[in-house]
């Protein structure tokens, strides 16, 4: 009897235990809900609100300007940091911050520059208790207009312990030339769910401002970059920005940007500052990525920032760890006199702040100061991003539990490509194959696998922001030409346009570069004519931009076919600029013929075809296309993104997601392998450089 009590009394302690941990997991599941629901979401491009008025003409032709992470007022001479392998969460006293903020605006003042570039500037966050440093700003400082984009936002930062707690915090430009637009420019976000959601979402300001008075425009570009990842979000982000660099540029603006890169530039020589053992070690920004109309300017005299490992006040100053990591990259018409960084000793910040001084010849289109009288071309240009094969349903074979189906109904539409729909905001146009039907009909043709999802999947494509499909595969007819007519109606009432032999698409860009798609499979030779036909079509419609979309080749291996290589060169002598081919489930070899891209194969992407392919390696295709006075540049501007097609990489999750660090690098050089083998003695073969990107331009 006593021993059925004992049982008794285990099973209950037993139940109560489960109660507890249920009662535990339920609220964690809660919270990161919370946390998820309330996630900040921004935009592609925002417009900021420009705030007060500048007080200059902008008729001088000096400036000074400055940059400067304040290091939210809470990490002065006195504080260490978790992050940086010091110990402090808190790091400063509602009193301190006021203090640092106070000492800051007080310098800031003291230097009197026209233009300052401000990083991590608080507006109601825990660790700065809740100062506005945002305000604080503004009324301690005179005669300044300013912007402000918010780069990090969280309800409740979970870790560590205590918790950093609840974060709104952003960049903010102060000009005294008046800044007539601006625009938050979101950058890459190298975490994916669910640490994203806790993370920064950073960013890029581009405020424009006129200049000698008012005949030039002057591009003002704040930036932070990323600091605690691998490098590849350093590395994307550094990608971002010179892209828009350039644009600027070429559109004939002066252009200054500044800020925190997290990076030493590679032209400076920081063998002054050594690298220290187990701290957190800084990029390097590859100067020789960026053309030749760019100067990159910091000033080694003193470092622009010290390690939060320790305090800094009571250490040894002569072995303590620095870094080179603010300054600023300007275009090749302003003149830079003078780059300073201000020795101050680190008191109310953990960054000195860098002083510029530069003169605006009277001609903006000048290079190096020298005036030229040719004003400025008219330069466009249009991007676009492809991926390769995207099933968006299942086959017969598998059962429900675990497939494309099963994760749908229970993450919903934007699940699927919700790891890389930021890299597709960036371009103008997102493309991919769809291989695949969406059709209700039982009907199937008889083959090895029919792929099929219902109509109401293209929602899928439509949250993710495909512009374009192409149809032209070995699956459109899976379920009959009644299945095929399923799949167009459903891409037609979805509003995405899509491709199909002699069915061609044209998709107009917002400054009117038109972009021709071909879609055609010709696993059967009998088809190529297709594609003859459809570039003379889009010629006859003045595309600016022809893309072919070919299905072909053996699947499941690297080797190209014979007849892959010469109809690639055929297409390319027919007039299109870029070839994109499909179906061998696996990555292929990119080749420049006559100074045009051929992408073999993207591999597959988005495939619910196959819940475990033992090759996941697969990419995003970014190329952009540039013209001056309406007439292409004979140039190549590629970048790959190295991806896997699922999240993890014991099964398909059907959420492809960008490779990071080794892993991307090792995806990239195997392409480089594939492409230098199956390109006779390596000839024509694009060779990338480890970041994905590949830059040529006809001499």
């Not at 892209?243 to 603006?253: A, H, I, P, V």
Request: aromatic fraction near 10%.
């Amino acid at each position: 009897m006593a021993r059925v009590r004992k049982r008794s009394k285990f099973r209950t302690f037993l139940k109560v235990i489960l109660l507890i941990v249920l009662i535990l997991v339920l609220a964690v599941a809660a919270f990161v809900g919370f946390l998820t629901a309330t996630e900040y979401r921004p935009g592609s491009v925002e417009n900021l609100k420009v705030e007060n008025k500048g007080t200059s003409s902008g008729s001088t032709k000096e400036l000074t300007l400055m940059t400067w992470n304040i290091g939210y007022g809470a990490l002065g001479e006195s504080a260490d940091f978790f992050m940086d392998g010091g110990k402090q969460v808190s790091t400063a006293t509602k009193d301190e911050v006021n203090g640092n903020m106070y000492a800051i605006t007080k310098e800031i003042r003291k230097a009197n520059p026209d233009v300052v570039f401000l990083q991590e500037v608080d507006t109601s966050s825990q660790r700065s208790h809740f100062v506005n440093e945002k305000y604080f700003i503004e009324n301690n400082t005179k005669n300044y207009c300013d912007t402000f984009a918010t780069n990090y936002r969280c309800a409740f930062v979970p870790y560590p312990w205590p918790p950093i707690g609840k974060v709104d915090a952003g960049i903010q430009t102060l000009s005294k030339l008046q800044i007539n637009s601006a625009e938050r420019i979101a950058l890459p976000c190298p975490f994916t769910w669910p640490s994203r959601v806790a993370n920064l979402k950073r960013c890029i300001t581009i405020n424009k401002a006129s200049v000698n008075g008012g005949s030039n425009n002057l591009s003002l570009v704040n930036l932070h970059l990323e600091a605690y990842d691998d490098g590849s979000g350093k590395a994307a982000q550094t990608k971002l920005l010179r892209d828009y660099l350039d644009m600027e540029y070429e559109s004939g603006n002066y252009v200054i940007a500044a800020g925190d890169f997290n990076q030493t530039f590679s032209s400076v020589d920081t063998s002054m500052y050594p690298a220290h053992v187990g701290l957190w070690k800084c990029g390097q920004l590859d100067c020789s990525q960026f053309s030749s109309d760019w100067q990159f300017e910091m000033d080694t005299t003193h470092p622009t920032c010290r390690s939060l490992d320790k305090p800094y006040a009571g250490a040894d100053k002569n072995t303590f760890q620095y870094y080179m990591i603010d300054g600023f990259i300007v275009s090749k018409n302003v003149k830079v006199k003078k780059v300073e960084t201000l020795d101050l000793g680190f008191a109310h910040s953990d960054h000195n702040p860098v002083l510029l001084t530069v003169e605006l010849p009277a001609d903006a289109d000048s290079r190096a100061g020298e005036t030229q009288a040719k004003k400025p071309s008219v330069s466009q240009k249009v991007t676009i991003s492809a991926v390769g094969d995207c099933a968006l349903g299942k086959i017969e074979q598998h059962g429900y539990d675990g497939s494309f189906y099963d994760y749908y109904d229970r993450y919903g539409s934007s699940y699927f490509f919700s790891n890389v729909k930021d890299i597709f905001d960036r371009s103008d146009f997102t493309i991919g194959n769809l291989e695949g039907t969406f059709t209700d009909s039982k009907s199937k043709v008889e083959k090895a696998f029919n792929i099929k999802g219902p109509a109401s999947y293209t929602k899928i494509l439509t949250d993710a922001g495909f512009d374009a499909v192409g149809t032209g595969n070995n699956h459109i007819m899976d379920y009959g030409e009644a299945g095929a007519k399923d799949t167009w109606k459903a891409l037609d009432d979805a509003g995405i346009p899509y491709a199909y032999n002699d069915r061609t698409v044209i998709l107009k860009a917002d400054n009117g570069l038109k972009v021709g798609i071909v879609a055609v499979s010709v696993l059967s030779q009998a088809n190529e004519h297709f594609i003859k036909e459809g570039i003379a079509s889009l010629k006859d419609q003045k595309a600016d931009v022809i893309i072919v979309m070919a299905h072909w080749g053996i699947e499941h291996t690297f080797n190209l076919t014979q007849y892959q290589k010469d109809l690639g060169h055929r297409i390319i002598d027919w007039g299109a600029d870029l070839v994109l081919g499909c179906h061998t489930h696996c990555l292929q070899g990119l080749e420049r013929y006559k100074g045009k891209v051929i992408s073999y194969s993207g591999g597959n992407f988005c495939f619910g075809a196959n819940r475990n392919p033992d090759d996941k390696d697969t990419m995003i295709l970014t190329e952009t296309f540039r013209f001056k006075d309406g007439k292409k540049i004979d140039q190549i501007d590629l970048d790959i993104t190295p991806c896997r097609l699922s999240s993890t990489d014991s099964y398909n999750d059907f959420c492809p997601t960008p490779a990071k660090g080794s892993e991307a690098t090792r995806i990239i050089r195997k392409l480089n392998d594939i492409s230098k083998q199956e390109m006779t003695g390596g000839r024509n073969a694009i060779r990338l450089k480890d970041d994905g990107s590949f830059k040529w331009e006809k001499k």
